[in-house]
């Protein structure tokens, strides 16, 4: 994404835009390679955690929705800079013409601070369920969370209407077409600082803090505490659990945490979504820290193999979520299991089908009634397990 401007020394590094630079055929090899084993991972892991929201009752939850939202994001990132760098690479050059340079790298942006926002907003989801459980059988809600996301994706969609007029089509030497930035270095400089604060800053600051909190009263939580000392409304005692609204199945409605604590479950969440997080920075710090270098030094680093280590870690972060979730999370692994028996099954479905009404001729023979019974006597038409239940 961050290209060096065309008005200045080439200053910085691109996401899936073409560097001023031949590289090497070993290099495309590996290139293309990883990158497209890592996107084809991403999208395919991507797109079932959408379809396993979408279409299963019982993992509509607030949290989910914003792992869809974050999924989404993530999509975004691996279609609009991973599958163009796969070319850029065996190409040389950019193939998308202009058109093509404006709207990849606006996506780019978008899907980059889309899926900061969505850390955000699940991060603040999980503070409220947790130290402020009461408040979250109000505010945590599907119907609330799928408003904050429409607002992320609203307010990131302008925000990054800015790209349009940043980039354009240049001819570099010795490599034909360039998808960059046409604005001077004195621009860029704070145009980029200004996103780097407020998608990336920003979002993990008030993560660290957020988790701290959350982090502290889950710890108080497991510690053995007498009656006389448990601090908010909430915690009155062991008997105030019980007298807590009963939600479906029998255990305690909404967020409330019981008597001993809060239920695993639900501290296996926050885990999750802690590791999510911990790898958002983690993944992106190395790419984020080049182009903060490459903005302020005279010779900017422009190495081929560090370009290819700081993008192939954005791309994996956008594809290692759902591995997380299959690992971390059986609800998520259930479902992921279940999304592909049922496509097994519907491949199998009209053959089987065919099967049976070729032979229902053969193997339909005339019912005898039983004495005492009004109905022919046989077994019971078997009953099939509908694909996705609903909780």
Request: proline share 7%; charged share 15%.
């Amino acid at each position: 994404m961050e290209n060096g401007s065309k008005l200045d020394n080439p200053s910085n590094v691109s996401l899936a835009h073409g560097d001023a630079v031949l590289y090497p055929i070993e290099y495309k090899m590996v290139a293309v390679f990883l990158v497209l084993l890592v996107c084809v991972v991403g999208i395919v892991g991507n797109a079932m955690v959408v379809l396993v929201v979408l279409t299963m009752r019982d993992m509509r939850t607030p949290t989910n929705c914003y792992l869809v939202s974050l999924a989404l994001a993530d999509l975004t990132v691996l279609v609009a800079a991973g599958l163009p760098d796969v070319s850029d690479s065996l190409a040389g050059q950019w193939v998308y013409g202009y058109a093509g340079c404006l709207g990849i790298t606006y996506l780019q942006y978008l899907g980059i601070n889309a899926s900061s926002c969505s850390i955000l907003a699940f991060t603040v989801e999980r503070y409220i369920a947790i130290c402020h459980p009461m408040r979250a059988q109000t505010v945590c809600t599907v119907a609330r969370a799928k408003r904050i996301i429409a607002a992320v994706w609203g307010v990131t969609s302008v925000y990054c209407l800015a790209w349009f007029f940043l980039v354009d089509l240049s001819v570099s030497e010795g490599r034909g077409l360039e998808c960059g930035y046409k604005v001077s270095r004195s621009l860029y400089l704070p145009i980029y600082l200004l996103d780097f604060a407020v998608f990336f800053v920003t979002p993990l600051l008030a993560a660290t803090v957020l988790y701290g909190l959350i982090g502290r009263m889950l710890l108080r939580s497991s510690l053995p505490h007498p009656p006389h000392r448990w601090g908010s409304n909430t915690w009155q005692g062991a008997g105030t659990a019980e007298r807590q609204p009963r939600g479906p199945g029998g255990g305690t409605g909404g967020s409330c945490p019981t008597s001993r604590g809060f239920p695993s479950s639900r501290k296996q969440v926050t885990k999750m979504l802690v590791v999510v997080a911990l790898l958002f920075a983690v993944l992106w710090l190395p790419y984020r820290t080049l182009v903060l270098l490459n903005s302020f030094v005279a010779r900017p680093v422009l190495d081929p193999w560090v370009l290819l280590f700081c993008r192939t870690c954005v791309y994996a972060n956008s594809a290692i979520n759902p591995v997380v979730y299959s690992l971390m999370s059986r609800k998520f692994r259930a479902a992921f299991w279940r999304l592909c028996r049922c496509g097994a099954e519907e491949r199998q479905r009209p053959s089987a089908h065919l099967t049976s009404t070729s032979h229902s001729v053969v193997r339909e023979t005339p019912q005898t009634t039983q004495p005492g019974r009004g109905k022919a006597a046989g077994p019971p038409p078997p009953q099939q397990e509908p694909c996705f239940s609903a909780v």
